[in-house]
């Protein structure tokens, strides 16, 4: 009995470390996160990250997740096959946006890519759209550095509205919901990806309309500054008038 109850009290330590090791390594990405929105900030002039949010994964749900796929729920089974128990949810305006985010992570010596699970650019059956990377974040512990798994989910606002909505019907239901729902919810995927393929251009039409008017603005400075240079030299220099008068 002792020793059962040592096991538990044993459990619920490493449960306690891992949830710590999980919480860590979300902090570190988000921090990254911050900075890469100023960098964005910096070289495009705007913010491509609307919004932010984080999860730990609930012991309910990744007890299911063990279940589905098919493995005991220890500990260790939930750490080598549960890649989602950080889990980050990157919410942009554009989908330019998504992949140039997706590039600036890739680059960051920090962080490993273990994989990437493009949705975008192939759309699950139910009309599932975000872009998911999977990456390995080394947390600084008293004891040494431990490599930390966490899952970015990088998606429009408009995939997340998707994607939301389409979660809260999938529990509803528990996965089983009737055929015209999910057809509808098929449909408005294709609308969300439309909606996002408008958007984009829209923008890249107002971008190249402030970019021509930024032009136009710096030649009539330039104009003004050149007419304004000849009046200060005055009237006797280069003044073709003066000449034939
Ligand atoms: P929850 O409640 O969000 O945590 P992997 O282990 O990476 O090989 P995994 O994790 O089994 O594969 O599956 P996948 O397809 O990569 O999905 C990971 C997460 O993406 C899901 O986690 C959801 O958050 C989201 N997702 C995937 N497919 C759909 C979908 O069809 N609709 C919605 N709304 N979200 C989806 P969980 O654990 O399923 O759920």
Redesign the pocket.
Known sequence: MADEQLQVYEDVNEWQNLMFLYRSAIREVRATLDTMNDEFQFIYQYNPIEYIKTRI?TPE?IVN?LRRDGYESTIQNMVEYV??IA?IRVVCSFTSDIYRLAEMIGKKNDFSILYV?DFIKHP?E?G?R?Y?M?ISVPVQTSKGIVPTKV?L?IRTIAMDFW?SL??KI?YKFEGDAPEYISRDLRSCATIVANLDEKMLSLNEAIMELEADQAQREAAEAAAAQAVNVLKAAGPDTDDPRKETA
């Open positions: 994964k749900s997740k890649n989602d889990g699970k699950k139910s599932y975000s998911h999977h899952e989910q994607a389409e979660h999938y």
